[in-house]
Structures are given as structure tokens and as C-alpha cells.
Nanobody, 114 residues
Framework: QVQVVESGGGLVQPGGSLKLSCVVS????????MGWYRQAPGQQRELVAR???????QYYGSVKGRATISRDNAKNTVYLQMDTMKPDDTAVYFC????????WGQGTQVTVSS
């Protein structure tokens, strides 16, 4: 059974940092590209970062230069380090495998506010 569990969200002040984690079970994790997505209130879910199986990373939109995606295949875990956070980063953050679209987890809420 495939399970996706995100964690690490919370309340952070503008300019602060957070590191999100996502553990995936039920798949051969190391053979899939992984991505972090976010969905802000009233908005569509969007892909913000992707890491390929070879470790190559891609970033999208406003997180470029402020986000670092990484993975630990031994732990079936993908991470997203977010720095210099802005109120517009407020969203529920999800991870998934872009090539196969796993069942979505519940996500982790990130709120950037003073």
C-alpha cells in the first residue's frame, strides 16, 4: 500500500526558514523522480521543485533561489529546505512522484506571517 506522509510545516516569520520532509512507502522510491507541490488558499496546486533519480534538481516560480530539494533514498524521504520565506509562501505543501502521481498525502501547512 502506497503512503505519502509530509511533515515539518508550521508558522514562520518572514525571512525565516523551514525544512519539510516527506516519507514515501510502498514504492521503489529510488527509481522515481520526486517533487514538492504547494496549494495556496483558493489556488490550484503547483509544482515548486523536482529532483530526478540522478539528483538533478529543478525549481519553479517564486521559490527559485530560495528552495533546496534533496532526497535520501535509504530513508525513502524527500526534503524541501525553504529560506528567506515570504507571506506568499503560505500554502499546504505536498510531495509526489510526477511520473506516476501517487495517492496524495494530507500535506503540511506552512504559514508565513509576523
Amino acid at each position: 500500500q502506497v503512503q505519502v506522509v509530509e511533515s515539518g510545516g508550521g508558522l514562520v516569520q518572514p525571512g525565516g526558514s523551514l525544512k519539510l520532509s516527506c516519507v514515501v512507502s510502498g514504492i521503489i522510491f529510488r527509481i522515481y523522480d520526486m517533487g514538492w507541490y504547494r496549494q495556496a488558499p483558493g489556488q490550484q496546486r503547483e509544482l515548486v521543485a523536482r529532483i530526478l533519480v540522478n539528483g538533478f534538481t529543478q525549481y519553479y516560480g517564486s521559490v527559485k533561489g530560495r528552495a533546496t530539494i534533496s532526497r535520501d533514498n535509504a530513508k525513502n524521504t524527500v526534503y524541501l529546505q525553504m529560506d528567506t520565506m515570504k507571506p506568499d509562501d503560505t500554502a499546504v505543501y505536498f510531495c509526489n512522484a510526477p511520473q506516476i502521481t501517487l495517492p496524495w498525502g494530507q500535506g503540511t501547512q506552512v504559514t508565513v506571517s509576523s
